[in-house]
């Protein structure tokens, strides 16, 4: 008995020194970092994100708000068992537990304190969370704030979307205040103005139990929300452009030539930026970015186009400028123009007859503007092209701006290794060839005519308020250049673009707007040569829908006090007088909505007599 007992006391006496040890350990060697570890797990930083600025029109109308959305969020240091956890998430909210697991796993290598599991919980996902809280170690529910678009698409490729910011961003510097999981603005105003959009995050500090279930707060910061954005946008335009525009890919842009403010920016196809919100999944995302009528691309800003007979108008203010032509200047249109072997056509089979400068305008005249590109060489016609603009982007606040195109001999030579020929310049004098213009910068070219010569910047952003109604920023105006143009010539070409709308040969005719002068021009851009498309024609049996040529139309209006000046282009539409001038003319009723009723008064009222000009038994425009 006294051996039994002796070895019993001596295990309790080396149980007794381990514990010792043990607890000697615990205390004197880790007791710092226990206590800091302890501490951290009993009180806890809870991030509060702020709530984005909102976008208004230039009416007030919200374009983009804000809704609340709850996230479920999982505090890595409080998960032991992540399969175990995966596994009853997968359950809870119908998700793959091996996914979760993944999620959670890498959340973890890479050394992240949380990790959202998934957002926009339901109101029957949230209850099922709380209720097995104790099931769920580690999880909790989070208020994020979700952009809300209010349009249903509209103005899309203006407002942008959100996206998660990436590792290589925060990397970058470029922001201090953002981590992992925060969302910032990949494109449109919610990229560009990022800066007063983001606001201040806040944070709460509370007290949790060893599941981390909140026990109660201690303290709290609010965040700033974010400014908003009052744009320079026209809602009801905006809607009219777009629709203008369903079915087919293209763009409408509409500014004031007062100023260089936009009125409105319609490209066709749109997409959903809901969907980014909501967030996309990897096959979703590459079967939109691979569609072919690239609904992502802004075409007022990104799409290059030859310019096709919308650029007569710097060709002919070049030619008076540069005294090679006046306004009796002739040349003879025998709708065929030889150069060496090869033969420069005009739209007009038979051709034009003995024309000047203003019907060479207003019937879009291809043989003229041949001779007037032969007189002033290459070289002139780039500085003109250059000085109306062309050639570098406008300056527009809104994402990478394409720049077009105004070719030279040295441009030529430097891409082609091919000296500049004559029948270049034949192609450039009407808007083909190498040429390259944004339907924003041909916006741009009609607005300078217009507003006397001056080229403004455009822009979006009328002024950024805080939320508590104070200014913050106001952009302005800004002018970039002033053509000196003679009045004398401005006015020569003023009346020739109104002459393409309401005079009998006008190409422009199908954009008349009862009541109101309007001035414009036409424009048609090949898609492919002359040849090839026969060729194709005559293989396939039927003509294309790729090689149909691209529909320009570019006016002001009114004629005697400019409001408005608008580019509309669609994309293999075909003829300009035919497809995209009915557009400008829907859209410029639209803008000016009293003259179309004035005209209806007059319609309803007996004995009222009908403009001859606007009647529909008045001839068909020419295909140009």
Same mark, same amino acid.
């Given at each position: 008995?006294?051996w039994a007992f002796s070895?019993v006391a001596l295990i ?40 984005? #600025? ?7 109308? /919200? ?36 996914? /979760? ?9 890479? =050394? ?23 099931? *769920?170690? =580690? ?32 990397? @970058? ?14 494109? !449109? $105003? ?8 983001? #606001? ?15 026990? #109660? ?10 400014? %908003? ?41 749109? +997409? ?7 967030g996309l999944t990897p ?24 310019? !096709? ?16 032509? %006046? ?23 038979? #051709? ?57 001999? @040295? ?23 190498? %040429? ?9 070219? /009609?607005?300078?005519?217009? %507003?006397?010569?001056? $080229? +403004? ?20 105006? /800004? ?25 009998? =040969? =006008? ?6 707007? &009862?009541? *109101? ?40 209006? &009114?004629?005697?006090? &400019? ?58 425009? &020419?295909?140009?």
């Amino acid at each position: 008995m006294r051996w039994a007992f002796s070895a019993v006391a001596l295990i309790v006496l080396f149980l007794a020194g381990l514990l010792f040890l043990r607890l000697w350990f615990l205390q004197m060697v880790e007791g710092e970092e226990l206590r800091e570890r302890s501490e951290h797990n009993r009180l806890r930083l809870q991030d509060l994100p702020p709530w984005r #600025g909102m976008i208004l029109d230039r009416n007030g109308q /919200v374009l983009v708000a804000n809704r609340p959305s709850y996230d479920l969020v999982v505090v890595m240091e409080d998960v032991t068992d992540i399969p175990l956890l995966a596994q009853r998430l997968g359950k809870i909210l119908h998700l793959e537990a091996k996914n /979760v697991q993944t999620q959670l796993e890498s959340a973890r290598n890479a =050394g992240l304190g949380q990790v959202r599991v998934k957002g926009d919980l339901s109101w029957e996902e949230m209850a099922l969370v709380e209720t097995f809280q104790l099931e *769920l170690p =580690g999880t909790l529910i989070q208020v994020q704030p979700k952009r809300e678009y209010r349009q249903k698409g509209r103005a899309c490729h203006i407002l942008g979307y959100l996206g998660e910011i990436t590792e290589s961003q925060l990397k @970058s510097g470029r922001f201090p205040n953002y981590k992992m999981g925060d969302a910032l603005g990949k494109c !449109g $105003i919610e990229a560009a103005q990022e800066k007063y959009l983001r #606001g201040q995050r806040g944070y709460r500090r509370i007290e949790v139990d060893a599941y981390g279930r909140e026990l #109660g707060q201690l303290d709290r910061q609010f965040p700033t929300p974010g400014a %908003n954005i009052i744009l320079t946008l026209d809602s009801r335009l905006q809607q009219e452009a777009e629709e203008c525009l369903a079915g087919k890919a293209g763009a409408i842009v509409a500014l004031d030539p007062r100023s260089g403010a936009i009125l409105a920016m319609a490209s066709s196809p749109i +997409y959903s930026p809901e969907a980014f919100e909501r967030g996309l999944t990897p096959y979703e995302w590459q079967t939109l970015s691979n569609r072919k009528d690239h609904p992502l691309e802004n075409r007022v800003i990104k799409g290059q186009y030859p310019p !096709g007979s919308t650029f007569k108008i710097v060709m002919a203010v070049a030619g008076l400028e540069e005294k090679v032509i %006046n306004p009796k200047t002739t040349f003879e249109c025998t709708g065929v123009l030889p150069l060496g072997q090869h033969e420069f056509h005009c739209w007009r089979k038979g #051709g034009h007859g003995t024309t000047n400068v203003y019907r060479a305008l207003v019937e879009s005249c291809d043989i003229f503007f041949y001779q007037l590109g032969r007189r002033l060489g290459i070289e002139r016609i780039a500085k003109w092209s250059k000085f109306f603009g062309l050639g570098a982007p406008t300056g527009l606040h809104l994402d990478r701006e394409m720049p077009g195109l105004v070719a030279s001999p @040295s441009w030529k030579l430097a891409r082609f290794r091919q000296p500049w020929r004559e029948g270049d310049t034949f192609s450039v004098a009407i808007g083909q060839g190498y %040429n390259l213009a944004t339907p924003l910068q041909m916006a741009q070219v /009609v607005a300078a005519i217009a %507003n006397g010569g001056r $080229i +403004y910047q455009p822009h979006l952003v009328e002024k950024v308020e805080s939320p508590a109604g104070e200014v913050i920023s106001q952009p302005g105006q /800004v002018i970039k250049s002033q053509m000196h143009i003679s009045p004398a010539n401005l006015a020569l070409v003023r009346k020739a673009l109104r002459g393409v709308v309401h005079d009998e =040969g =006008g190409t422009g005719k199908a954009s008349q707007v &009862p009541n *109101l002068e309007v001035a414009g021009k036409t424009g048609t851009s090949q898609v492919v040569t002359l040849e090839r498309e026969k060729r194709e024609k005559e293989k396939r049996g039927k003509a294309l829908a790729q090689f149909q040529n691209h529909a320009w139309f570019v006016a002001y209006a &009114p004629v005697e006090a &400019p409001e408005i000046a608008v580019a509309v282009l669609v994309e293999h539409g075909g003829g300009g007088g035919a497809v995209a001038a009915p557009l400008a003319g829907r859209f410029l009723t639209a803008y000016f909505p009293d003259k179309a009723k004035k005209e209806e008064d007059k319609k309803e009222t007996p004995g009222a007599e009908q403009d001859p000009e606007t009647s529909d038994s008045s001839p068909d425009s &020419p295909p140009e």
